[in-house]
C-alpha cells in the first residue's frame, strides 16, 4: 500500500510542514520505500517532482521540504510497490492533460481485473494499475464531457460514478486535481484537517517538528490537508466515510457525493 | 529569443557539466531571465523540472548542476520571454503523451499567425505560440499515426514536414523527444558535438569549469550535446543547416532530412 498527502487552500500556501512529516514514511517510519512525488499548481501552471528512490533518502525530497513552493493545490505520494516494478514510470503522481488542464492522479490500494478497462484517449507509460485505472478515468471523462462543462456538478458525479466502478475491483483512495479542484475520494482510509483562525500549533507524529500556524499565516487563510493517516497527534483529523467523493476549492469543500449504500 | 540544450547518449550519462555552463546564461551570462526547464528520460520514466525563476539563482537548477540524474535523452530550456507571459504554465519544456510515451518538447523561436494553427487532441495549458505549436504538431501526428509506425520513417517525414510548415511562420528551432529518439530541428541556430573514445578534456564558454570525460567515461560510451550556441570553446562544434532534421538516437544520428530548398 502506499500513502497520499493533498492540500487545498485559498492562498498560495508552502507544504514544507506537512511533507516533513510525510517523507518520513518513506523509508523512515513508514514501509514506503518504492518511490514518492509531489505535485503542484501554481498561479495557472503546474509542475510534479518525482523520484524513485525512499523520499527520506531523496535530495530532491529535502529541496523540496526546504524550499518553499507557495500553491493552492498540492498532491503527493508514496509508494509500497504492489503491482509493476521500481521505476520512474511506475511512480505517482501521473499527469494527462484534458480541456487545457493538466489533470494530476496519484492513487492507494490495488485493483483486481484492471488490465481490461478499457482505454481510449490516454494510455499508460508505465506498468500498474494505477495508471491504467487514471487512463481509463480520465478517457472516461472526456468521453462524456468533450469540452469543460459550464456546470461542473454533472461532471462530478459522473467523477464519482467511476470511483464507485473503480473501488469494485479493489481498493481506490483517490486524489485528483485539475488546478481548479482538488478530489478526494475514500476507498477505505483518507483523513482531512481544515485549520482556519484562529490558528494553533501543530506537533507532527512521524518527525519531532512543531509549527505555530499563526506566525506563517494572516486570519482569512483556510488551509486544509488530507493523508491517508492523520499527520499530526494534537489536532482533530476527520475521517472519510468508504464511498465518499470531497469536491475541494480554496481549502473548502465544495461538494459532497455519497455511495448509493452498498459497498 | 530562448536557449536550447539537449543530450542523446548510448549509456546513461549526468549532463551536470553542460547543464552548469547553460544555466549561466539563464540571467548569468545570457540575459534568458524568465524560467527554465530541464527533462530526463530515464529507464523508460520521464520526469521535467521546471521553474519561472532565472536559473542562474534557482534552488532547483543548482540540484539539477550538483544530483547527477542519468539519463540517455535530455531536454533543457532557458527562456526570455516574447509571446506569453513569465509563469510556469508558459516554461518550457512542455508535455503530451501518445502512444503511452511522453512526449517532450522545447522551442527556440518567434511565430506569427500561430493561432490559427488548428487544434485536436491536445490544447495549451498556457499561452505561448510554443507550446500552441507542440499541441497542433503532436494532433497532426497522432491523426496521421493513430497506432506507433511499426517502420518510423513515415513518421519522420511527416515531422519534417509539419517543422517545415511551422518554420514558415518565423522562427523554429526544435528538441523533441518520446523517450526512444530526440528530434532537432534547425530553423536559424542548433549546433552539435559528439563526444567518443579517445575522449578529450573541454572547458566551458559560460563558467570556470573544465571536465576531462576520460575520467567519467567508459571507451564504448558515445554522448552527444546539441545547444543552440556550442557550449564549449576547444572542440569543434558542427552547425545545422536550416530546415535540417537530425534523429538521434543512442548518442548517434539515425536520420538527416533535408530541407526541399526554398526557405
Known sequence: ????????????????????????????????????????????????????????????????RDYPIKSHIVISHIRQANVGQISLANTHPFTRELWGRQWCYAHNGQLADWQGLPLSFYRPVGGTDSEHAFCYLLGELRRRFPEPPADPEPMWRALHELCEQLRGLGV????????????????????????????????LSD???????????????????????PLTH????????????L???????QARLKSDGVS
Open 1 to 64: 500500500m502506499c500513502e497520499l498527502l493533498g492540500m487545498s487552500a485559498n492562498v498560495p500556501t508552502d507544504i514544507c510542514f506537512s511533507f516533513a512529516g510525510f517523507l518520513h514514511r518513506g523509508g523512515g517510519t513508514g514501509p514506503h520505500r518504492d518511490g514518492w512525488g509531489i505535485a503542484f499548481y501554481e498561479a495557472g501552471g503546474y509542475r510534479d517532482f518525482r523520484d524513485p528512490h525512499p523520499s527520506v533518502e531523496s535530495p530532491i525530497a529535502r529541496l523540496i
Open 172 to 203: 481506490f483512495n483517490l486524489l485528483l486535481a485539475d488546478g481548479h479542484y482538488l478530489y478526494a475520494y475514500c476507498s477505505t482510509k483518507l483523513a482531512h484537517i481544515t485549520r482556519r483562525a484562529p490558528f494553533g500549533e501543530a506537533t
Open 207 to 229: 518527525a519531532e517538528l512543531c509549527v505555530d500556524f499563526v506566525e506563517h499565516t494572516t486570519p482569512d487563510d483556510v488551509v486544509s490537508v488530507l493523508a491517508t493517516e
Open 234 to 245: 494534537n489536532e482533530a483529523w476527520v475521517r472519510m466515510a468508504p464511498g465518499e467523493l
Open 247 to 253: 469536491v475541494w476549492r480554496d481549502g473548502e469543500i
